[in-house]
């Protein structure tokens, strides 16, 4: 009895609109006669509910787009810098005992996006940015943030210019955080 119910109930929703194509398609018994056309015509003029009585023809009317809209969105993803590139950076370096130190100089505005090669987590809010010309880049995050959740790298929405500012860009995490950038300074190699 309940499937036959589930089966009856997408017809019984379709009636109304079946009987409203009856009654336009259906010319008048009397078509000959024209005041029968006259007779009949206010009648439905006069029922201005008929509509509300059919709610799918009135869903029907009413869902007509009048304006469309088209919008295009381009998400870079940033993954991290593979091991083999990150060592690369730095053979050029002397070898020794301890690791490179770096200092934070200059402060940029902008960076390009194209010239990003991969990220690296730093410590508290901060991010490296190794870009494509060897060169690397500091990123500070808003205080709220967290560097450990960019460890899989960042989606950021790109810009007309094609780059990636300070106090304009957020960064967006794979779990799902989203951060604004407050500084970006570049990372000299210091020499002891």
């Known amino acids: 009895m309940h499937s036959l119910f589930a089966f009856a109930a997408p017809f019984a929703l379709m009636l109304p609109l079946v009987a409203e194509a009856v009654d336009v398609a259906d010319p008048p018994a009397s078509a000959a006669d024209p005041s029968a056309l006259q007779s009949q015509a206010p009648v439905a003029a006069a029922d201005p509910g008929r509509d509300e009585i059919n709610p799918l023809l009135a869903l029907r009317r009413a869902s007509s787009a009048s304006q469309v809209r088209i919008e295009q969105r381009v998400v870079i993803r940033i993954a991290p810098a593979p091991l083999a590139a990150r060592q690369n950076l730095t053979a050029d370096l002397p070898q020794r005992a301890s ?30 940015l190794f870009l494509r010309d060897r060169k690397m880049v500091s990123v500070g995050l808003e205080k709220a943030c967290r560097a450990r959740d960019f460890y ?35 990372l000299v190699p210091v020499r002891s």
Not at 102 to 125: D, H, M, P, W, Y
Not at 154 to 161: A, G, I, L, N, P
């Open 99 to 128: 690791p490179p130190r770096f200092e934070e100089r200059g402060k940029e505005k902008c960076i390009g996006l194209q010239g990003i090669a991969g990220v690296q987590t730093g410590s508290g809010n901060r991010l490296v």
């Open 152 to 186: 899989a790298g960042f989606y950021v929405e790109k810009h007309k210019d094609g780059q990636l500012c300070v106090s304009r860009d957020k960064l967006q995490s794979r779990t799902g955080a989203r951060c604004e950038i407050e500084t970006m300074r570049q």
